[in-house]
């Protein structure tokens, strides 16, 4: 059963599994306040259900996942001086963000597309969390000076050596064996196999069927950058790595010198 076309969000049951899509492709699925609530109103629902093996959610279209919070109204709330509407929103968002990584089943996200700032918060923390070919991962609130929200400073804090302090600083994007590297996310399973592993995984409720499907996403990016990236970010304060980038001559260093800038 998928929503009409009116409604951003469709949270159902199907078999052993508790399924939450996100249903504004339009809006590269971005996330409002009443979706915030309605998935924290079927996860507490189903915690407790012994019918509910497992959790998925996903999302409609291939552009994106979740592009971030929908700050639409934030920005006229905030603008017209009320900042009642945007402390509610976080309040509630984060308290999400909580739950999930907290939840006591299986939480597994299939991230296609872009997923970022929101996004990442209702997906990365989830136990089980799958990418595919075009998934591009970022914190893209760094690049405007915004300390990394939804959790997502305590996951660049996670990543091998000095890549979150460079995730953090630049607002680079991750392509999907990055976000594997950067402990963004687990497992690599081609998009054309999705389908097939969410038929399993709600008509069994087992998930090792996620374990099955995965394959190796390739070499990471980021993890061939991390000799060079570790000794320039340990280097002390925010304008000492960026005086010491601005001295190297590779392209990435150009790169990041100039989102830092």
Avoid at 130 to 153: F, H, K, N, W
Avoid at 156 to 181: H, Y
Wanted: charged share 20%; hydrophobic share 40%; with cysteine.
């Amino acid at each position: 059963m998928m929503p009409s076309q009116d409604r951003d969000i469709d949270i159902r049951r199907q078999g052993c599994a508790g399924r939450i899509t996100l249903h504004r492709p339009q809006a590269l699925n971005a996330l409002t306040h009443d979706m915030v609530l309605e998935i924290e109103a079927a996860l507490l629902k189903w915690r407790n259900d012994n019918d509910i093996a497992l959790i998925i959610i996903d999302a409609e279209g291939d552009r994106a996942f979740c592009a971030g919070g929908d700050i639409e109204k934030l920005y006229q709330t905030g603008k017209a001086g009320n900042f009642d509407y945007g402390r509610t929103f976080w309040t509630d968002e984060y308290r999400l963000n909580a739950l999930i990584a907290n939840y006591p089943k299986p939480y597994i996200a299939f991230m296609q597309g872009y997923v970022m700032g929101g996004g990442v918060g209702i997906s990365c923390h989830g136990s089980h969390r799958i990418v595919c070919e075009s998934t591009r991962i970022a914190m893209p609130e760094c690049e405007i000076g915004l300390v990394p929200d939804v959790g997502g400073s305590h996951l660049l804090a996670n990543a091998p050596g000095r890549l979150g302090e460079f995730l953090a600083m630049t607002g680079t994007r991750m392509k999907a064996a990055d976000t594997i590297q950067c402990g963004f996310a687990d497992s690599f399973i081609p998009q054309e196999n999705w389908e097939e592993l969410k038929s399993r995984l709600c008509d069994t409720g087992e998930i090792g069927a996620v374990a099955d499907l995965a394959i190796d996403p390739g070499p990471s990016e980021l993890a061939q950058l991390g000799n060079e990236v570790d000794p320039i970010f340990a280097s002390g304060s925010a304008l000492q790595c960026l005086q010491t980038l601005e001295m190297e001559t590779e392209t990435w260093a150009a790169a990041a010198v100039k989102s830092i800038r």
